[in-house]
């Protein structure tokens, strides 16, 4: 009799406990609204007038969008190793894709926006954030992705302090068009790429165009002029999340990019 009560309670416990861990990690899961740019920037900044100092509003929204990443409900999921987080896998998905905007905006920062040509130094707290947001995103110790992230937020913030500070020439971001076009290069790419990922869903028969009909042109491995290419089921809300991700951060990178080159 004891024997049973006491696997009834064990059985309500495990009940409630996975009950609990399904709630918290649907919460969890819930991705972060947008947010005005423009309004926050106002509501945030310290200095007057931040739309007028070039690079201010970008560099802000990436700090935002980083920060984001981190202390959205959860906290940062992509490394959990334990529960519920580590059940969870559409939150890192698109975690990740928001990640990799801030990694390609990081770059783009650091070889073209703080650089006025090819002949120019790079800006020292840029190149020191770019590779610290280059960290492997399920890195849980020694570092943690979210330490590291963090510095690198810490980076930028010295960095856009530095734009602000009008007696200081040594940190620059420039709003040229070719600065701007690069950055775009890599927008494209990326896009593309979660274009032909979320089309191969149901599966289809594509051509292959990879040497853009070239004939001088080479590839390292021969490949079928024709093939099926189809995402397995298991991958397909990941890459559905992670697009998701990716095109949220890029939507507010976009907003921050009109009021720089307006």
């Given amino acids: 009799m004891r024997q049973s ?50 690079g201010y509003t970008l560099t802000t929204t990436m700090i935002d969008v980083s920060e984001t990443l981190l202390n959205k409900p959860g906290g940062y999921l992509s490394n959990d190793v334990t529960p519920p987080g580590i059940f969870l896998d559409n939150m890192p998905a698109w975690e990740f894709g928001a990640l990799e905007m801030v990694r390609d905006l990081a770059l783009s920062m650091r070889k073209d926006f703080s650089r006025s040509q090819s002949q120019s130094i790079e800006n020292p707290y840029l190149t020191k954030a770019h590779p610290k947001f280059n960290m492997d995103h399920k890195s849980w110790a020694l570092p943690s992705s979210e330490s590291s992230y963090s510095d690198g937020i810490e980076l930028l913030k010295k960095y856009r302090d530095e734009l602000a500070n009008t007696r200081n020439t040594d940190s620059q971001f420039y709003t ?42 080479k590839q390292s491995s021969p490949v079928a002029s024709q093939r099926v290419v189809k995402t397995s089921w298991w991958k397909l809300d990941d890459n559905f999340y992670e697009a998701r991700g990716a095109t949220w951060a890029l939507l507010l990178f976009l907003k921050a990019v009109e009021i720089e080159f307006y």
């Fill in 176 to 217: 040229r068009a070719d600065n701007l076009r690069e950055w775009l290069k890599q927008v494209e790419k990326r896009l593309g790429s979660y274009s032909q990922r979320l089309s191969a869903s149901v599966g289809s028969a594509r051509l292959n165009t990879d040497l853009a009909g070239d004939s001088n042109a």
């Fill in 5 to 54: 009560i006491n696997s009834k309670r064990i059985a309500i416990v495990a009940v409630v406990l996975v009950l609990l861990f399904w709630l918290i990690g649907w919460y969890w899961s819930l991705s972060p609204d947008t947010f005005d740019v423009r309004q926050r920037l106002k509501q945030n900044s310290p200095v007057e007038n931040p739309t007028n100092i070039a």
